[in-house]
């Protein structure tokens, strides 16, 4: 069966709400909501066939777009290549031009609308930021919290907490107090034992690679409404989060790293190459900063994962 390509647009507005349309009832998937778009036709480039869509079904053209994720979906009855580009300006006003309801939807509102299963990681993709700060490992409580406050003043929205040489107790602890300041904010993503989880209800996990080999086989450990990432470093990692249903990963290190000098990088053309197989959104992580991030996106990646590079207190390397 071959794969039919589709180019497909998450269009934002100038407010930050996102344009979904509801399909005909008479077309596959009919009657469910969808990211505008349509199939790109044999030599057209996929801007080409993205640009001709919008315009034929909302009357639209980009003005500005680029690279978002890469979705490829089996049906029973089609298999589909979903490239998805994020078009965060355009001229026209939108409308139904084929008769199809439209909304304008905040991001945290896409997961009330139902969706074709394909389209599942591309909600992802659209609710998560291009930057995800991990916290350094060598500072302390007031330190940690002082940094953080500073990145949401600096607009960051994706936070993990990790601090491996701090005791259980005081992880814990501070867990509470950096939720507390993330609220409404920024998600967090906290480590350490699956046992934690009904402890921080608002808060995501992001399992290790060593926790991630030992329950994919076991499923989702988190409901649907809660974010699930993974750390992972080659193909058979990117598998065990696609069979855990995690929502989001880092794949590292991408380039030599201080905090892990004997590490084997992957370079840009090994992790490109493991992206294209891959149905998530992944952060590359390693020896890379917000400067890498359209360089990111062109590799197929969500955006970049870093410490130094976005800690705030840090000089930018």
């Known amino acids: ?35 505008p778009g349509g199939k790109v036709e044999a030599g057209e480039a996929v801007q080409a066939a993205l640009a001709r869509e919008l315009e034929e079904e909302l009357g639209i053209r980009p003005s500005a777009s680029r690279p978002l994720i890469q979705v490829r979906h089996d049906y029973p009855d089609k298999q589909v290549l979903l490239d998805v580009w994020e078009v965060s300006a355009f001229t026209g006003e939108p409308h139904g031009a084929e008769g199809q309801p439209l909304a304008w939807v905040g991001a945290r509102q896409l997961s ?3 969706f074709p299963a394909a389209n599942r990681p591309i909600i992802a993709a659209a609710r998560l930021p291009e930057h995800y700060l991990i916290t350094p490992q060598d500072l302390d409580g007031p330190a940690l919290l002082a940094g953080i406050r500073a990145a949401l003043q600096r607009g960051i929205r994706l936070i993990q907490l990790r601090a491996p040489a701090m005791f259980d107790a005081q992880y814990r602890d501070l867990a509470v107090d950096i939720q507390g ?20 209800p608002a808060a995501g996990w992001h399992l290790t690679a060593q926790q991630l080999r030992k329950y994919a086989a076991m499923g989702r450990p988190l409901p649907a409404e809660r974010w699930l990432a993974a750390s992972c470093h080659d193909a058979e990692e990117l598998a065990l989060a696609t069979q855990i249903g ?10 030599a790293t201080q905090s892990h000098p004997d590490a084997r990088p992957l370079g840009w053309l090994q992790a490109t190459t493991l992206l294209q197989g891959f149905n998530q959104p992944c952060y590359l992580l390693g020896g890379v900063g917000p400067q890498q991030t359209e360089q990111a996106w062109q590799a197929g990646a969500q955006g970049v ?4 590079a976005l800690w705030p207190q840090a000089p930018q390397s």
């Open 1 to 35: 069966m071959k794969r039919v390509h589709v180019a497909a647009a998450v269009i934002r507005g100038e407010d930050g709400r996102i344009l979904i349309a509801r399909r005909a009832d008479d077309k596959h998937q009919g009657g469910l909501w969808e990211f």
């Open 112 to 114: 009330d609308y139902p």
């Open 181 to 200: 300041l993330c609220a409404g904010k920024a998600q967090l993503m906290l480590k350490g034992p699956l046992e934690w989880l009904g402890d921080f």
């Open 246 to 255: 995690a929502d989001f990963v880092t794949l590292s290190p991408l380039q």
């Open 305 to 308: 994962a870093a410490i130094r």
